[in-house]
């Protein structure tokens, strides 16, 4: 098993594991311990309580962690590739350097979490909080540059239909290489409409990224709104010209 920290043999001792790979340790408090590098692949932690531990370059791929706390977690280099992380409070934690490919972030508190030199690529986001977030260097991303022509032109969509986020505006003969998007083609009427238009528009671009999930390539091209795309029609377009005029600023990265 190589050499346990202190943390990993108390765990294993407490729980009665020979490997903490796999382990199912939901709801299990685990707050302030010292799991760095602790290999915790597949294991089931949903619902625990972690929040401060330390999960330095710990292997939590494929481990589910949906309902955990996780404020001000150390989880720099931490491989969370196909980790659960749905709904996950991570305020405030440090994620410098970790390794989340498509990772389900989808409502995670991420406000004020040290997302730096992180791998985000095809992550979902969508509602999830970013606030106060670092994202320097982050991989994965649309650069912000990329993320204000795309806001553009969506803003340019939405004016066109009268603020009705029809995609069946989005999708069909105006985007005529997304065949495999014909499912999508109907009125969805909500702002979630806007990472349909995302997806649209990344596929005409042929953009990997657009075959996985509206979703994903919403939260790849303007992670600044990932946070409303299901709010009211008013409150994102309010917000979407504030983003585009300069007086809120764009997540910066």
């Given amino acids: 098993m190589g050499e346990e920290t202190v943390g990993e043999i108390d765990l294993l001792e407490k729980y009665g594991l020979r490997t903490l790979s796999g382990a199912d340790l939901s709801r299990a408090d685990l707050s302030h311990c010292d799991l760095s590098g602790a290999d915790l692949s597949g294991a089931n932690l949903s619902g625990a309580d972690l929040h401060e531990a330390n999960l330095c370059g710990a292997n939590l791929s494929r481990t589910i962690l949906t309902g955990v706390d996780l404020h001000e977690a150390n989880l720099s280099g931490a491989n969370l590739s196909g980790a659960l992380l749905f709904g996950v409070d991570l305020c405030k934690a440090n994620l410098s350097g970790a390794d989340l490919p498509g990772v389900d972030l ?123 795309f299901t709010s009211s029609k008013e409150e994102f377009t309010e917000h979407l010209d504030k983003l585009i005029s300069g007086e809120c600023p764009l997540l910066q990265r």
């Fill in 106 to 228: 989808c409502k995670a508190n991420l406000s004020g979490a040290d997302l730096s030199g992180a791998d985000l690529s095809g992550v979902d986001l969508c509602k999830a909080n970013l606030s106060g977030a670092n994202l320097l260097g982050v991989q994965g991303l649309a650069s912000m540059k990329e993320e204000m022509e795309m806001l553009i032109l969506l803003r340019e969509q939405i004016r066109q239909e009268a603020f009705e986020f029809d995609m069946s505006h989005w999708h069909g003969e105006a985007y005529p290489d997304i065949s495999s998007f014909e499912s999508f083609l109907n009125t969805c009427g909500t702002t979630h409409c806007s990472a349909g238009f995302c997806q649209a528009e990344l596929a005409r671009r042929k953009n990997p990224l657009a075959l996985i999930s509206a979703e994903v390539a919403g939260s790849y091209a303007i992670p600044s709104m990932v946070q409303l």
